[in-house]
C-alpha cells in the first residue's frame, strides 16, 4: 500500500521545483526554507535575540489557560491526545505558550531591570479547513521579548519583523496597529459591544451568537460573512482606553513614525487570542486574497504570571514560513538559490575512483562543496551528472596525471581546461580558475 501525507499537511523536499507546478508546490524546497530561516536567524542577530526550542506537545491545560477557552483554536482546533500514561497532551497550536512554560520552569527571568529577547522556529498544528496558504502543519518563526513595558519595546518588536520581511524580498507589506485595551477597560467595552450587538443577533453566525454571551469581543473575530456588516459598525476599543492604555497606543504610533515606519490603524483589528492586552498588530500582503496575514502579534503582559511566573510584561509576534514563501512565489520574487557543487570529480579506474574520494573528502575537509560519482557510471554519464549538478568545474582523476600528482580541471561554461597539482587544488577551486 502507498501512502500520502495526511490532508493539510507537506513534505518539504530537496532539488529544484517544475516551473509548471503551481506556487503552493514550488515552495516546498528545503533550500528555500534554509534561505528563509537564515534571513530570520540573522536579523535576530542583529537585534540581539537568542533562540530557544520547545516541545512540539504541552499539557493541554498550558493552551486552555493562556490562548482562552472560547478562542476558535481552543474550542475547534487543537489536536488533543491522551498519551499510554493518561496525560492530557495537545501538539502546540501556537508558539508562545510554549515559550513562556519554558520561561517560567527555568526561571529565565531573574528580576526586575532584565529584558529577555527569545526567537524560535517550529511546527504548529490546527485542525481546520485545509486550503491554499492555510495548512494543518504549519510552521512558523517568532519573536518574543519579556520584561519590557514601553512602547518603546513594541516599537521594536514591530521594526525587527518588518525587518525580516524586507530582507526575504516583501518591503511592500501594510503594518496595520490597534489596541486591545487592557482588563480595566474591556469591561466597559464589553458591555457596550453587547448592547450594541443584541439587537443583530439573530442575523449573525452560530459561533458569535455563543461568544455573545460568553466573550463578546471575539466576535469582532469572526470570519463568517454575515458578520461582517455588523462588526464594521460596533463600537471600538479605542474609545474605552483608560488613560495609561491611551498614551501607550499614542506612544507605540509616535515611536513608529520617528523611525519611519509608515501604519493604519485598524479599529476592527483583533488577535484571535486572549492573552493580548494593548497593542495589537498584523502585517498584511494582497497577494494572497482573504488569507493576507502573513505576521501578527502583540502585547501579553498578563500571560508570564497567569502561568505562575512572574508579572513580567511581554511583546512578541508568529510568522508563518508557508504564507511568506507563497507571497515570495505568486509574486514571481526569488527567494534563495540552491547550494550547488563547485566541482565534480570524473574517475573511470577502480585507483581513480580510489583516489577521487580521497580528494573530495580533503576538499569537502576545507570548505569546498564538491561532488564525486558513487554509481561506477561511464565518463559521459558523469558528465551529464556534472551538468545537472551545476557544478562549475569538472575535474578529471587521471592515473596518468596522478603520477606527476596532477588533476585536468575543465570549466564548463566555456570548455577551458588546465592542469593543476593536485595538493593547490582547494586553494584553486576557492580562488579563480583560468577560463
Known amino acids: 500500500m502507498r501512502y500520502q501525507a495526511p490532508r493539510g499537511t507537506h513534505d518539504v523536499l530537496p532539488g529544484d521545483a517544475d516551473p509548471q507546478q503551481r506556487p503552493d508546490e514550488r515552495l516546498f524546497r528545503s533550500h528555500k526554507w534554509q534561505w528563509l530561516e537564515g534571513v530570520f536567524r540573522d536579523v535576530c542577530a542583529r537585534f540581539g535575540v537568542e533562540e530557544i526550542r520547545t516541545p512540539i506537545f504541552e499539557a493541554t491545560g498550558l493552551f486552555r489557560r493562556s490562548v482562552g477557552e472560547e478562542t476558535d483554536i481552543v474550542s475547534k482546533e487543537m489536536y488533543e491526545f491522551e498519551d499510554r500514561g493518561g496525560e492530557d497532551l495537545t501538539l502546540r497550536p501556537e508558539g508562545t505558550a510554549g515559550v513562556m512554560r519554558a520561561i517560567v520552569e527555568h526561571g529565565l527571568m531573574g528580576g526586575e531591570g532584565q529584558l529577555l529577547k527569545v526567537c524560535y522556529t517550529g511546527p504548529i498544528f490546527r485542525y481546520e479547513r485545509a486550503q491554499r496558504g492555510r495548512y494543518r502543519q504549519h510552521h512558523q518563526v517568532g519573536i518574543e521579548y519579556l520584561g519590557g513595558d514601553g512602547p518603546q519595546v513594541d516599537v521594536e518588536v514591530i521594526a525587527l519583523g518588518l525587518t525580516y520581511l524586507r530582507e526575504l524580498g516583501l518591503g511592500d507589506v501594510e503594518l496595520q496597529i490597534n489596541s486591545v485595551g487592557t482588563p480595566a477597560s474591556r469591561p466597559v467595552h464589553r458591555e457596550a459591544l453587547r448592547d450594541y450587538?443584541?439587537?443583530?443577533?439573530?442575523?449573525?453566525?452560530?459561533?458569535?451568537?455563543?461568544?455573545?454571551?460568553?466573550?463578546?469581543?471575539?466576535?469582532?473575530?469572526?470570519?463568517?460573512?454575515?458578520?461582517q456588516a455588523?462588526?464594521?459598525?460596533?463600537?471600538?476599543?479605542?474609545?474605552?482606553?483608560?488613560?495609561d492604555a491611551k498614551a501607550h497606543f499614542e506612544a507605540v504610533c509616535a515611536g513608529l513614525e520617528d523611525i519611519g515606519i509608515p501604519f493604519t490603524v485598524n479599529r476592527r483589528l483583533v488577535r484571535g487570542l486572549d492573552y493580548y492586552q494593548k497593542t495589537a498588530f498584523e502585517v498584511v500582503h494582497g497577494a494572497l486574497?482573504?488569507?493576507?496575514?502573513?505576521?501578527?502579534?502583540?502585547?501579553?503582559?498578563?500571560?508570564v504570571e497567569s502561568l505562575g511566573g512572574p508579572a513580567v510584561p511581554g511583546v512578541g509576534f508568529g510568522s508563518g514560513i508557508e504564507r511568506a514563501l507563497l507571497v515570495l512565489e505568486q509574486l514571481e520574487r526569488p527567494g534563495g538559490e540552491r547550494r550547488v557543487p563547485v566541482a565534480y570529480l570524473v574517475a573511470r579506474s577502480d585507483s581513480e575512483r580510489r583516489y577521487a574520494q580521497r580528494l573530495a573528502a580533503e576538499l569537502r575537509a576545507g570548505g569546498v562543496a564538491v561532488e564525486m560519482d558513487l554509481l561506477g557510471r561511464s565518463m559521459k554519464a558523469q558528465m551529464r551528472a556534472a551538468n545537472s549538478c551545476g557544478a562549475a568545474y569538472a575535474v578529471f582523476v587521471r592515473d596518468d596525471l596522478l603520477e606527476a600528482g596532477q588533476v585536468a580541471v575543465k570549466c564548463l561554461e566555456d570548455g577551458v581546461q588546465v592542469q593543476v597539482q593536485a595538493a593547490e587544488l582547494a586553494a584553486s577551486l576557492n580562488g579563480e580558475m583560468p577560463g
Open 197 to 227: 450587538l443584541r439587537p443583530h443577533l439573530d442575523g449573525l453566525s452560530e459561533d458569535s451568537r455563543r461568544r455573545f454571551d460568553t466573550n463578546p469581543l471575539r466576535v469582532l473575530d469572526s470570519k463568517a460573512p454575515q458578520d
Open 230 to 243: 455588523v462588526i464594521e459598525g460596533a463600537p471600538a476599543m479605542l474609545d474605552y482606553l483608560e488613560p
Open 289 to 303: 486574497g482573504s488569507q493576507n496575514v502573513v505576521l501578527g502579534g502583540g502585547r501579553y503582559d498578563g500571560l
